[in-house]
């Protein structure tokens, strides 16, 4: 298979979903990506269900004026609780009589499933969109129920309040940290060594765990400087990616919240960011996240000779020096599931570096490409003239 047809190839891609991971992880190999499975998050159904037949039974005491559905599956669950009790058929009047707002398509498509229709629906999916709305309204005395999606949500809830609103809060699930955490810790520890190329989160709770992960391993100012440089975070929309966003770190968001869309996003967006091109002896050698595409087909490269070949890229047609490859290797130990930090690592021998740099020309499988400038170090095979000129005409 050529890289063009499948553009994440030569790409590691981690997985942070608990819902449809399998679903996301197929979308993401089919387009050639190597997928790191990481759960953060587990959906936990209420273990007692009062606080939600409580909710219930506030929605059917007097008419609501309003209503605000969030997610598909919360507002499913919830019409499936109900029938259990038998207040399906009253829940399902008691909302029919308010103004429904639905979040996003997949509330969208829930609420009109059970025989209902949303009065409105914002463009961004966003819940200050939401808010915003609903401010425009008389709420003084209101009755509002809000469905809510697996936390609180006070900054929908306290301002509906202080607008005047009587709110319902509508708890149907939350969400938990992953029971195994170690695939994540791991995730973790390869963003900030920089051998996974792009992190997926479908949401925000998945965010806040991964950042609550490496916190526990003092690595969430590391993890968070990778995803703003060498790492690619993809979000599934808005509102999973506020928590990122706050912090500084662009996302690549797709222009609708559905998982293919998502993938399309992250196979159109990744390898502009990540992928470097050169002209290497009259080929093409583009370097992907841990494999090359020569002339169109895709090797793969181990980890230290990929870092070796990235460190001749930066300089392409320069010397550079066995020393200076030696502090690119990849030789971080770890423990506890996390690398140490760069400057507890031990430091490559030049003896590393050779083995690295034979293994990368085997991989290759093509000689010539990388140079031995005897008695200085290593280069590729480009003319340094004509890079400087084309780095030059493309900065100017």
Known sequence: MTADSEPLAGFAVGVTAARRHEELATLLERRGARVVLAPAIRLVPLADDAELLEATRACLDRPLDH????????????LETADGWGLRDALIGALGAADIVARGPKARGAIRSAGLQERWSPESEGCAEVIAHLLEKDLAG????????????????????AAGAEVIEIPV?????AEDVTPLRRLVGQAVAGTVDAITFTS?????????VAAEDDLEEALLEALRTHVVAACVGPVTALPLTERGVPAVQPERARLGALVRALASDLPRRRARLLSVRGSSLELRGHAVVLDGQLRPIAPAPMAILRALARRPGHVVSRAELCGVLPSRLVVGGSPWSRDARPQADEHAVEMAVARLRRGLGRPGIVETVVKRGYRLACDPRLVDRLAAGAGG
Not at 67 to 78: D, K, L, S, Y
Not at 142 to 161: F, H, I, M
Not at 204 to 212: E, K, Q, R
């Open 67 to 78: 209503a605000v559905v969030t997610t598909g599956i919360g507002f499913r669950a919830w």
């Open 142 to 161: 209101a009755r509002v129920a809000v469905q809510l999606y697996g936390e609180r949500q006070p900054e929908l809830t306290d301002a509906l309040r």
């Open 173 to 177: 699930y939350r969400w938990a940290r």
């Open 204 to 212: 925000a709770p998945a965010v806040t765990a991964t950042l609550a």
